[in-house]
């Protein structure tokens, strides 16, 4: 197979998870889609280092390299905080609720902001975590793997974060 | 995992949004990995085709009739696009060289091969190209080698190598010239370009950093170059 055939078999099937990745991390549709353009053709030039390994997990890593490049040369300082509120706030009052939906749906809608509202919020490296975890549904190893972090700092921020979402969800009285 | 984490993940599992890739991004991915490819892939009418074992046609691909006619429509593009950029559209060389700099910084891609070892470096560069860039380490006199790239720049293919400094990056194209040309140093874009030639490669330096550090850069590399 050559190096193109290898990329179109093997990598482009998880380009949906790759741009998921990327527009959670940048919070931001324009910049997500350059952000997988650009880690697309890194992963082609490195195709070869694809070797037997999970082409999900190896295109994750790089997308997620790709991001935290461009973040590090977005913020003007460095991200401290674990938990954005205003980001949270802002988030929350973009979306407005359309006032015609049955009374379920409108529940469910309010879920849905509540709950992207509040991962947007979280720091990059917490928000990394629990895409990967909840969303890609990968294991502990594969996100130590992507992030370049021990197991135990996964195993960390994922418990911070979700604590972190849970208070949030608590607090509206939606989560359980 | 803790039943109240189970939930969690569930609400999130279920609730959350999903971003799907656009549709567009798929078929520009394709795109430019055609494009990619096609440039790499050595030209029919190249002329080092002569003295190499033949290639797989471009023709036996047996990829359908589709396929075939994308691959033909990309080999009209790799055909065309070096053609169109050996013409001068009366930009001058170094807005182009300024060009790639800032498309490298932005895409965060300033080495392909990334390593401060000049042999790692050098060797790098056999194969993809049909000269051997002189690669000098300057780590000593503050501006650690990044790495190393390829650069397709007005139909040549030129060798490029980054260096940085108090986190600036310098650029340094590299290819052959028979020509002697004294250093010029221009500013373009509020980009200093540093311009010379020794009769055996031509240099072109871009950096943003300021014209004290660029100086230094290229006296050092001019010695270093000499003493070999």
Redesign the interface.
């Given at each position: 197979m050559s190096g193109r055939q290898t990329f179109e078999a093997l990598v482009l099937p998880h380009l949906d998870a790759a741009y998921n990745l990327a527009r959670w991390l940048l919070r931001d549709p324009s910049a997500a889609e350059d952000a997988v353009q650009e880690a697309s053709l890194r992963a082609f030039r490195y195709i070869d280092s694809l070797r037997g390994d999970d082409a999900r997990a190896w295109l994750l890593g790089i997308v997620r390299n790709t991001c935290f490049t461009v973040l590090e040369r977005r913020r003007s300082a460095p991200e401290v905080v674990e938990f954005d509120e205003s980001e949270f706030e802002a988030a929350l009052g973009a979306t407005g609720h359309g006032g015609s939906d049955p009374a379920a749906l409108l529940e469910q809608r309010k879920l849905r902001t509540l709950l992207d509202a509040a991962i947007r919020a979280l720091s990059p490296a917490l928000r990394e975590v629990i895409v990967l975890r909840e969303f890609e549904d990968l294991d502990y190893a594969q996100i130590a793997q992507i992030a370049a972090v021990p197991v135990g700092t996964v195993m960390s921020r994922l418990s911070r974060a979700r604590e972190k979402l849970r208070s949030v969800l608590s607090q509206s009285n939606l989560g359980h | 995992m803790s039943t109240?984490?189970d939930?969690?993940?569930a609400?999130?599992?279920q609730?959350?949004?999903?971003?799907?890739?656009?549709d567009g991004?798929?078929a520009?991915?394709?795109t430019?990995?055609?494009l990619?490819?096609a440039r790499r892939t050595p030209l029919p009418a190249a002329p080092r085709a002569a003295d190499a074992p033949p290639r797989r046609s471009w023709f036996s691909f047996g990829w359908g009739t589709a396929s075939t006619s994308f691959a033909l429509g990309m080999l009209c593009m790799a055909l065309l696009v070096p053609l169109a950029q050996r013409v001068n559209f009366g930009e001058p060389l170094d807005a182009d060289l300024v060009a790639d700099h800032v498309r490298a910084l932005q895409?965060?891609?300033i080495a392909?091969v990334m390593s401060s070892d000049r042999h790692t470096v050098k060797p790098w560069f056999q194969g993809r190209l049909d000269y051997a860039p002189p690669v000098i380490d300057l780590a000593s006199d503050g501006f650690p080698l990044v790495g190393g790239r390829i650069e397709h720049v007005r139909g040549e293919v030129v060798a490029t190598l980054a260096y940085t400094r108090n986190r600036h990056v310098v650029d340094l194209f590299v290819w052959p010239s028979s020509e002697h040309k004294p250093t010029v140093r221009q500013v373009r874009r509020g980009f200093n370009v540093v311009h010379w030639a020794d009769g055996s490669m031509q240099y072109w330096a871009v950096s943003d950093m300021d014209r004290e550090e660029i100086e230094s850069f290229t006296r050092l590399w001019q010695q270093r170059t000499a003493a070999q």
């Open positions: - | 109240e984490d939930d969690l993940s609400l999130i599992r609730h959350a949004t999903h971003h799907a890739a656009p991004l798929r520009s991915i394709r430019q990995v055609a990619e490819d895409s965060g891609s392909e």
